[in-house]
């Protein structure tokens, strides 16, 4: 069983930075494939971005060049680091790990309880 808890949420500026943390634990092998997806108001969830088994990343079109995700496995932590930041980032974002491909589309992938990023104009 997989356990995700994420952090670094929070109220912010137009243009500013935020670093999201997804603390893993419980048991992941080589094969779990993550990523970070979100929820606007009224909105469906949507990806942000997945990363593979092997690091390699995907982004949406909307914060391509301005979001980064990153693991840190000595750690056991998804980042997404997010700038330039802009009104319509404004949503509870979350994070998902996967035994499959993509991420965050079977029954069976675990998410975290989200964290809320709200960005001012």
């Known amino acids: 069983q997989v356990q995700l808890v994420e952090s670094g949420g929070g109220a912010v500026q137009a243009g500013d930075s935020l670093r999201l943390s997804c603390a893993i634990s419980?048991?992941?092998?080589?094969?779990?494939?993550m990523g970070w997806f979100r929820q606007a108001p009224g909105k469906e969830r949507e990806a942000v971005g997945i990363m593979d088994v092997d690091g390699r990343t995907v982004y949406s079109d909307s914060v391509k060049g301005r979001f980064t995700i990153s693991k840190d496995n000595a750690q056991n932590t998804l980042y997404l680091q997010m700038n330039n930041l802009k009104p319509e980032d404004t949503a509870m974002y979350y994070c998902?790990?996967?035994?499959?491909?993509?991420?965050?589309?079977?029954?069976?992938?675990?998410w975290g309880q989200g964290t809320l990023v709200t960005v001012s104009s």
């Open positions: 998902v790990a996967s035994g499959g491909w993509p991420p965050g589309y079977s029954p069976l992938d675990t």
């Open positions: 419980g048991n992941t092998d080589s094969r779990t494939t």
